[in-house]
C-alpha cells in the first residue's frame, strides 16, 4: 500500500461526457502527479501540482484540466470525452517537487468511454 | 528533451535464471534514473533509483541495476527469477527540475 488513494477505481461513461478523478496523497506529501496508461501511447505524463500550484505540464489536452485544494487532494477533470480516453489513470505523489525524488502511485483509475 | 527506450517488450525468464532487462536512456542533463515495477492490476512501485554517487545501485527484490554513462544504459538485473517477478517493468528517466519520462516498459515471465 504506497498511501495514495484514488476513486472511483472504475469509471464507465459515454462520449461527450466529463468525469472527475480524485487523488489523496500521501501524509506530508506536497506534490501530486497525474499520469495516463494506455496499450498505444504508454505511461504519459500529464500534469504536476506542487503545495496546491501547477508546477509542470506535459501532454495534457485542453479537454482535461486538474487541480490541487488546499488539504493537497487533487482531481483531474476530463470533458467532451472520447474513444480514445480510455485508459488506466494515474496520480503519484512525492514529498518534494524536484525530478529526482520518489514518487509513490495509487492504484488508478480505469476510464471506459462507450 | 530526454526518452527512455527500453528493448524488449516482452522477456521470458526461466525461473533461477539471470534476469536482463534493458534501458538506454537520453539525456543533456545528468539524469535521475529509476526502475519501477507494475504487478497485474496495481500501480507502479519503485524498485530503485539512481540520482548521484555509487553507479551500482541495489533495489528491493534483489534487483540491482548499473548506471553506465559512457553507453548510455541503466540495465536491471537480478541473480535468479522467481516466479513472483513476472510482472511489467518501467525503465524512467528525470533531472533536477523534470517530471518522469517512462519507456514504454517490458513484460517479464518467468517459466517454471
Known amino acids: 500500500d504506497s498511501g495514495v488513494t484514488q476513486t472511483p477505481k472504475h469509471l464507465i461513461t459515454a462520449t461527450g461526457q466529463r468525469v472527475t478523478l480524485r487523488c489523496s496523497p500521501r501524509s506530508g506529501d506536497l506534490s501530486v502527479y497525474w499520469y495516463q496508461q494506455s496499450l498505444d501511447q504508454g505511461l504519459q505524463f500529464l500534469i504536476q501540482y506542487y503545495n496546491g500550484e501547477e508546477r509542470a505540464k506535459g501532454n495534457i489536452l485542453e479537454r482535461f484540466s486538474a487541480q490541487q485544494f488546499p488539504d493537497l487532494h487533487s482531481e483531474l477533470n476530463l470533458s467532451s470525452l472520447e474513444l480514445g480516453d480510455s485508459a488506466l489513470y494515474f496520480c503519484?505523489?512525492?514529498?518534494?517537487?524536484?525530478?529526482?525524488?520518489?514518487?509513490?502511485f495509487g492504484p488508478g483509475t480505469r476510464l471506459t468511454v462507450l | 528533451a530526454q526518452s527512455v527506450t527500453q528493448l524488449g517488450s516482452h522477456v521470458s525468464v526461466s525461473e533461477g535464471a539471470l534476469v536482463l532487462l534493458r534501458c538506454n536512456y537520453s539525456?543533456?542533463?545528468?539524469?535521475?534514473l529509476f526502475w519501477y515495477v507494475q504487478y497485474p492490476n496495481q500501480g507502479l512501485q519503485l524498485l530503485l533509483k539512481?540520482?548521484?554517487?555509487?553507479?551500482l545501485v541495489k533495489g528491493i527484490n534483489g534487483f540491482e541495476a548499473e548506471f553506465k554513462k559512457s553507453e548510455t544504459s541503466f540495465h536491471l538485473t537480478k541473480p535468479s527469477a522467481h516466479m513472483s517477478d513476472a510482472a511489467e517493468y518501467f525503465c524512467?528517466?528525470?533531472?533536477?527540475?523534470?517530471?518522469?519520462?517512462f519507456g514504454k516498459g517490458t513484460r517479464l515471465s518467468v517459466i517454471a
Open positions: 539512481y540520482t548521484t554517487g555509487a553507479t
Open positions: 524512467a528517466v528525470s533531472d533536477r527540475d523534470t517530471p518522469l519520462v
Open positions: 503519484a505523489s512525492s514529498a518534494l517537487r524536484g525530478g529526482g525524488n520518489e514518487q509513490f
Open positions: 539525456s543533456s542533463v545528468p539524469p535521475y
